[in-house]
């Protein structure tokens, strides 16, 4: 009785080590078996490049914006109150689009997406820190 008990076990804990083996197995063909998205032509790189110089001008000019209507000395404390929120939104929108003009900067120079992603990702840690911080 006890010989069958002991039997039925292993048989079963065997199954289980199957079972998860063949899991094991299947996982990577179910995931990365399929072609993933081509890879950006340099053309490609050097438009995201002026897109997001672009953007970085737009950014800036909207900070313009936001200073001038600061300087008004007939702004209500309402009002000065709205800019200052947003130039708060505007620095960390220039952080973010530095980040991105940092990551297509070292595209263009050849660097994979890997090490351009961590560069960017560094830097926006930086940019975490320093707005932690105060």
Request: aromatic share 8%; proline share 2%.
């Amino acid at each position: 009785m006890i010989f069958k008990i002991k039997l039925i076990k292993l048989f079963q804990s065997k199954l289980k080590l199957f079972k998860l083996k063949k899991l094991k197995i299947r996982m990577p063909q179910k995931y990365y078996s399929k072609l993933q998205t081509p890879s950006l032509t340099e053309e490609e790189i050097k438009e995201k490049y002026e897109e997001i110089q672009d953007e970085m001008k737009e950014v800036l000019k909207w900070k313009k914006e936001e200073e001038t209507k600061l300087k008004d000395v007939k702004a209500s404390p309402q009002k000065k109150a709205a800019v200052n929120r947003a130039l708060k939104k505007i620095a960390r929108r220039i952080d973010t689009v530095n980040g991105q003009t940092i990551y297509w900067k070292m595209r263009m120079a050849g660097e994979s997406h890997f090490k351009a992603s961590l560069e960017k990702n560094e830097y926006w840690a930086r940019c975490n820190e320093r707005n932690n911080s105060k």
